[in-house]
């Protein structure tokens, strides 16, 4: 008998939290497993697995309290490299449809989607697909097809600054850049600051959207 699909969710409204507890026990491979209603009880909960099931699948929050959703992403994603996260919530903003995905999320669906189709972007996900709200999927199509040419985006950024932009892209600080590349953090701070002239921007958030939009990445 092929094993249950075990979920993690994360989510601080507790009449939310209940509706998607009951429609997930209708589903005969689905096993809610843990809910919790912070990332940070949710990540000290993964530092002792003995005591309770790992998840495949995390349904993940934005708008959480103490640490959110988009930050606490990179971390679970550190603790279970493995698991699945799906973003479920109100949030249409690109920016942060654009975060959740630079950051590793398998799926971003909204909660005015109908149960039945958060339960099927959870067996999608499952399946290797990457379920999104419709109108999240229509801006990322609309994202892809305002990218500049092809040698155009080529020409924007040396390797080293992708790269750099890449990992501020998943959302390392600037030491831990360095550290990850073994070179000095004025090194990075200047490659930084260049990333921020080329793609007239002020902040990692804002450069990472743009080059998104720009098509910078893979």
């Known amino acids: 008998m092929k094993r249950k699909i075990r979920v993690m969710l994360l989510e601080d409204n507790p009449e939310y939290r209940e509706v998607i507890s009951l429609a997930l026990k209708d589903e005969p491979d689905i096993e809610l497993t843990s809910q919790f209603g912070t990332s940070e009880i949710a990540l000290r909960s993964l530092q002792d697995m003995s005591t309770r099931k790992e998840p495949d699948l995390i349904l993940l929050d934005l708008r959480l309290p103490g640490m959110d959703g988009l930050d606490s992403l990179p971390y679970f994603r550190t603790a279970l490299p493995d698991v699945k996260i799906i973003i479920l ?38 399946d290797g697909g990457a379920p999104l709200d419709a109108g999240v999927a229509r801006f990322i199509l609309d994202t892809l097809q305002s990218n500049m040419p092809k040698e155009e985006v080529e020409n924007m950024l040396t390797p080293r600054e992708l790269e750099i932009l890449t990992l501020l892209g998943e959302g390392l600080l600037k030491k831990e850049i360095a550290d990850k590349l073994e070179i000095s953090y004025s090194t990075v701070d200047t490659h930084v600051a260049h990333i921020y002239e080329k793609l007239e921007v002020r902040n990692a958030p804002s450069a990472v959207n743009k080059a998104h939009r720009l098509g910078l990445f893979p």
């Open 89 to 126: 919530t109100q949030s249409d903003d690109e920016a942060d449809v654009l975060r959740a995905i630079s950051r590793g999320a398998a799926g971003y669906l909204l909660k005015s989607s109908t149960l039945n189709q958060i339960t099927e972007g959870i067996h999608t996900v499952m």
